[in-house]
């Protein structure tokens, strides 16, 4: 089946530094991407759509020029948080959808835990 | 717009016994209904799904059933077991739109 592989699967870095997460379809070829973040203990909140090639959607009140979503190719998106804070410490997911897949099917990667010190 | 509410949580229950977390949807048209489940650190797994009205979507023992006239897609097993402890998302997808709604999750608890 689909698989999309997400790393790191965690992360500590420094207050300021800027972290990199990627996502990547393993056997399909992702024609849009989903970051989503999740706080402790509740659901999921959609932070940007990406389809390959083209800028990133972004939803109301999510920092565009903080988290930079790049979906260069058909099997990699990469968000990258700039400049961390303490408050951007969250579980980050990503997901990626493939008309291919038949219904929008959606495949969710494992997820990132960042932990801004 | 779409809109999905489902069962708050905590749900705790022992182990044989029936589960049942409810799931009720605003939607126009006819959208595709989903449960996802997450296991401690981990991302979102596809449980079931259901595209049309009076599907039933099944896997691992859990069912549920497309109910138009109820707008509903309630998640049922009938003996659960402690390693279904988990947090389950009921979630939509309408055609034309490319974003899943996700209902807020409910966590479960099994205990022997």
């Given at each position: 089946g689909a698989v999309v592989s997400q790393h790191p699967s965690w992360v500590i870095c420094k207050s300021g530094t800027s972290v990199k997460i990627e996502c990547r379809s393993l056997d399909f070829q992702a024609t849009t991407m989903f970051w989503y973040r999740q706080f402790p203990k509740q659901s999921l909140m959609l932070m940007a759509t990406s389809n390959e090639g083209s800028k990133a959607t972004y939803e109301q009140g999510v920092e565009k020029d903080k988290f930079l979503i790049n979906?260069?190719?058909?099997?990699l998106s990469t968000l990258t948080v700039t400049?961390?804070?303490?408050?951007?410490s969250s579980f980050y997911i990503c997901s990626a959808s493939s008309s291919?897949?038949?219904?929008y099917g959606y495949t969710f990667g494992s997820g990132t835990r960042l932990t801004v010190v | 717009g779409n809109s999905v509410t489902q069962m708050e949580g905590p749900v705790t229950l022992s182990e044989e016994a029936f589960l049942t977390i409810n799931c009720t949807y605003t939607a126009t048209g006819y959208p595709s209904l989903f449960w996802y489940v997450q296991y401690p650190g981990e991302g979102l797994q596809l449980l079931l799904k259901a595209t049309k009205a009076d599907d039933k979507g099944s896997n691992k023992g859990f069912e549920a059933t497309y109910r138009k006239e109820t707008t509903s897609f309630h998640l049922e097993k009938g003996s659960v077991q402690v390693s279904d402890s988990a947090v389950y998302f009921c979630a939509l997808h309408n055609f034309g739109n490319e974003k899943l709604t996700f209902g807020t999750g409910t966590r479960l608890t099994i205990i022997p």
């Open positions: 979906h260069a190719s058909l099997t400049s961390a804070h303490p408050e951007d291919g897949q038949g219904d | -």
